[in-house]
């Protein structure tokens, strides 16, 4: 047991101990307090707290460890919530890895929106797969198109071939970048900028606002947008505490979910532009690349076979799931005209 978890032990015993009223609940997430998943817990925090007498602690990324630490501590009851992306919860949920597959996820803002807000994928399918990981899932959204960061341009498979691209640890991921023609070494976060400096890793990928804001365009400067993937981070309680509160204390935690959804949905399209905006003005030597639609053909024919890994790994439910997310896609389309 490590010293986080010792010490969240105690705190945890304490607070049951003291307080059956207004109990403070830990929020632990992979980001800091500017980025999407900060916003959103700030949100969180400030409609618990306007609509009840609990508070909420946020402990920002590298607070309690890495993802795997803290998903360790959200199962085991010492934290309440947990923002943790498939990224990483792939390794542990493979139905998760759905939101990894290349070239499933729309780009466009608008249907983005739309399929993340009301594609039954994404709002139904996956509360019982959380579940059985002792997980109450309370949100799912995107926090930008996925971008790959380079040291060297690239337009095609070959030209990927022996570039080392870090990816989260989430097995498909791996499966991704192979199909793509690189050679993947998956990471934790806190190990990423070393490995860049170090030339341990070529390249990595991350949506604009992340690039921006940890200066991976400094490490790496060619941004490629590829198309394939849009980041995506899930928030979760423990079903325990969850099933153990009133009916009235779910739908605090219900209503704030959604609110805080509501508000990060847009602004994370506005941190998106603003992202690329920042990198543009302020890196002299980044080189942004479209894929053309011809050259991103030819990495969709090989993100096929890496669709066909995820079902193999995730069965038949895996299977239902892209289906599903397939035709809220185009649902989401056809809503909003695109
Ligand atoms: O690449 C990563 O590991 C990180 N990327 C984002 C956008 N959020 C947290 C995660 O750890």
């Known amino acids: 047991m490590n010293k986080t978890f010792k010490a969240l032990s105690l705190i945890a015993c304490t607070t049951l101990a003291v307080s059956a009223q207004a ?47 803290a998903m360790e501590q959200a199962q085991a009851g010492l934290l309440q919530f947990i923002d943790q992306s498939p990224g990483f919860t792939g390794a542990m949920i493979p139905e998760a890895e759905a939101f990894l597959v290349p070239y499933v996820q729309p780009t466009d803002p608008k249907v983005v929106r739309e399929f993340f807000k009301n594609g039954k994928a994404i709002n139904e399918m996956f509360h019982g797969i959380y579940r059985e990981q002792g997980l109450e899932l309370l949100s799912v959204f995107p926090e930008g198109e996925q971008v790959v960061t380079t040291k060297q341009e690239f337009r095609t498979p070959a030209d990927l071939e022996g570039i080392k691209i870090r990816t989260m640890t989430s097995p498909l ?14 990471l934790a976060w806190g190990e990423l900028i070393g490995a860049l400096k170090t030339n341990m890793v070529d390249g990595q990928e991350n949506p604009a606002i992340w690039i921006e804001a940890y200066g991976l365009d400094d490490l790496a400067p060619v941004l490629t947008y590829t198309g394939h993937a849009q980041y995506t981070t899930a928030v979760m ?21 959604d609110a805080a959804h509501d508000y990060i949905m847009d602004e994370v399209v506005k941190m998106d532009e603003a992202g690329l905006k920042k990198i543009k003005e302020t890196n002299p030597n980044v080189k942004i690349v ?21 079902i193999e790994k995730a069965g038949e439910r895996g299977k239902q799931i892209i289906e599903q997310m397939k035709q809220d896609i185009e649902a989401a389309r056809e809503a909003v005209g695109g």
Not at 173 to 186: D, N, Q
């Open 23 to 69: 109990d403070e609940w830990r929020y632990a997430m992979e980001e800091g307090l500017t980025d999407p998943q900060g916003m959103y817990a700030q949100k969180f925090k400030e409609e618990i707290e306007k609509n009840s007498d609990h508070t909420i602690k946020i402990y920002p990324v590298g607070a309690l460890g890495e993802s795997a630490d």
């Open 290 to 310: 479209r894929l053309s639609d011809a050259e991103r053909a030819v990495f969709k024919e090989r993100a096929k076979a890496v669709e066909e890994i995820f």
């Open 173 to 186: 991921l791996l499966e991704t970048y192979k199909s793509f023609g690189a050679s993947p070494v998956a």
């Open 237 to 257: 309680a423990n079903a325990d505490f969850f099933d153990g509160l009133s009916d009235a204390d779910k739908k605090l935690i219900r209503n704030a979910a």
